[in-house]
């Protein structure tokens, strides 16, 4: 299908201002919207973007902002508008009310109560719907959403920092952090923008830490501790700020009942996974927080937690600091993962003289459009 100039030029700004609603709107899809008259060669009227979750969707911001003049208009969608009645109504029916001509989709919706729904709603009132432009784009920009739909699960980001020998941990007595203070912030800025953090309880007793953002985002994640057997201390950081603070410790079958209500005493979400393996015990604890509507996960720990991660094969995306630093003997490196797959890296950025690589890990059932 041949798009024009300014079809992409319409469909790049619905995408940008999609972004905006990062952190904002999970567990719905960040979604972008712009309304063009074609006379001329093309003119934007109106635009939009998803700004908060049971709020007002995209399309239908864009089309009221255009009023009158959206009569005959092409409206740009980052997403397949839905066609079911949920905290909002359709916003199919709204773009039909409106009098739209066109509509180009960069990709389609596999939300059950949409997948196609929407489109051929639209083509059934005689509304011309061209698919596909910039799809890739729109479709990595939702792949969260989409892993939540189709997976079951969050999307996971696996985050580490670790010196030029590899070593992920600093020595006894030497500085807490081995990443630079603009490294620090890149990671509280993300923190701030997802639904839950997740570390081991090596790290939790190692570290104390809060793993809270500084300053706070648009979100407030979930705090989860990885501890097999219910070992973090009631006085420790985490546990003394559960009840301001979320917190839940997911424990295993070894975990004993005494153990278990000393946290809940202090204010814990205690979740008990009885598998004996703990790579099941992890995909189980995902498809919790995937019927929780929990649409990413920011994994935080160690050695030990990221090769449990990895092995799975349920790490999506990597933020990976190195720092100019040679600590030697202390600290274990990542286990020996002989069958992970290769990152597909998207950016590499340089925050003071640290090097971060974001990338995505390449699987055989990478989301894929629909």
């Known amino acids: 299908m041949l798009f024009s100039s300014f079809d992409s030029h319409g469909m790049r700004r619905a995408l940008e201002l999609a972004r905006r609603g990062e952190g904002f709107v999970e567990p719905n899809p960040m979604v972008g919207a ?43 969608l980052t997403l397949e508008p839905c066609c079911h009645r949920g905290k909002t109504p359709p916003c199919t029916e709204q773009i039909i009310k409106a009098g739209v001509a066109r509509v180009v989709v960069a990709a389609g919706d596999p939300y059950p109560e949409v997948d196609g729904g929407g489109i051929a709603a639209l083509r059934t009132a005689g509304i011309t719907v061209e698919i ?65 953090i997740l570390v081991g309880i090596g790290t939790a007793l190692s570290d104390d830490p809060l793993l809270t953002a500084r300053p706070e985002g648009p979100r407030r994640a979930l705090r989860i501790v990885l501890d097999g057997t219910a070992r973090l201390p009631p006085d420790s950081r985490l546990a003394v700020t559960a009840r301001e603070w979320p917190l839940l410790v997911a424990v295993g079958p070894g975990a004993t009942a005494e153990r278990i209500a000393a946290l809940q005493e202090a204010g814990c979400e205690v979740w008990q996974g009885m598998e004996a393996d703990p790579e099941e015990r992890v995909a189980t604890l995902l498809s919790e927080l995937g019927r929780r509507k929990y649409t990413n996960l920011l994994v935080e720990g160690g050695a030990a937690i990221l090769g449990t991660f990895f092995a799975g094969g349920l790490v999506d995306e990597v933020y990976a600091f190195t720092a100019p630093k040679i600590l030697g003997g202390a600290g274990d490196p990542l286990p020996v993962l002989p069958d992970t797959p290769p990152v597909d890296v998207e950016e590499v950025l340089h925050p003071d003289c640290d090097i971060l690589v974001r990338g995505l890990v390449r699987r055989n059932d990478q989301i894929s459009p629909r």
């Open 34 to 76: 712009v309304v063009a008259s074609p006379a001329d060669g093309g003119t934007i009227i109106a635009e939009a973007w998803h700004e908060e979750f049971g709020g007002p969707h995209a399309e239908a911001l864009a089309l009221d902002r255009a009023g009158e003049a959206a009569r005959g208009s092409t409206l740009y």
């Open 132 to 196: 596909g432009l910039l799809e890739a784009e729109a479709v990595r920009l939702t792949a969260p959403f989409r892993m939540l739909v189709t997976g079951g699960r969050p999307w996971v980001i696996a985050k580490w920092a670790m010196s030029l020998d590899g070593r992920l941990a600093a020595p006894p007595g030497g500085d807490r952090w081995i990443s630079s203070e603009e490294s620090l912030k890149i990671v509280h800025r993300l923190r701030g923008r997802i639904d839950a």
